[in-house]
């Protein structure tokens, strides 16, 4: 029966190891097709090592496009994607006490409705969003970007209300006796209980926010404006020698602090979605 298991176990884990290198291969050539030349790009896309170990394409990607160096790109996306996570992560905390903790009239229809804001397509959105930030005079600046997310985002909500739920309210009526008001609850008990689901939370936000393309290409006109997802776009001319090792160079590199971030923060995913509250 040992020896069973232990071949069990070999061949689950050998099956486990193919199938993650089959869905981490095109990450990895990527990686290391950013070091090839065009030709080698393309007359041996099949092999993963290169022949010839070209580093010159991260000095030519870092100079970027029309005199704005990718260094200016990486800050623009980092000012967006941390000021929106911080706004969508602390403000769908604030938003699901009020709905896990607060008693209040129509508390189960405004959060139906806010539940069904989930369903609607981000193009139904586009247009309406669009003409408002046009009439506010917020073209070509990042508070299109940021500012929607002053009241929380709705996966997020309903993530830190299952999490919320799951924390003893005991806790709550133990600070409403010694002075704490709704606030001091919040800040003193909620938000320290609930990091998983808050990590969870900015770790999404993140990856999201920093891949967005739609987004910085319909608000940001101005080239030194664009974030990395736009400028990796418009480093392809299609009417000009399009540098593609240069290209693929500045491609790992904005997978770097996606990359970063899951390995630093993993283990709080799992925690954060099972919304299981309070571990012994």
Known sequence: ?????????????????????????????????????????????????????????????WKGFGGVGFGTFFRNSFIVTVGATALSTFFSALVAYGFARIPFKGRGFFFACMMMTLMLPTQVLMVPQYMLFSKLGWINTYLPLIVPYFGGYAFFIFLCVQFIKGIPIELDESACIDGCGRLGTFFQIILPLSKSALVTSAIFSFYWRWSDFIGPMLYLKKPK???????????????????????????????????????????????GISTTGLKG
Not at 246 to 262: G, T
């Open 1 to 61: 029966m040992k020896k069973q298991k232990k071949i069990r176990a070999v061949i689950y884990h050998v099956f486990c190891s193919a199938l993650a290198f089959i869905m981490i291969w095109p990450v990895l050539w990527l990686c290391f097709s950013a070091f090839k030349g065009k030709e080698d790009i393309f007359q041996n896309a099949g092999s993963l090592l290169p022949k010839e170990w070209i580093f010159e394409n991260f000095v030519n990607g």
């Open 225 to 271: 404006l664009y974030t990395v997802s736009v400028a990796l776009k418009l480093f392809a001319d299609p009417n000009s020698v399009t540098d593609w090792g240069a290209m693929f160079a500045m491609s790992f590199l904005s997978l770097l602090p996606v990359i970063l971030i899951f390995l630093l923060l993993q283990k709080y995913i799992v925690e």
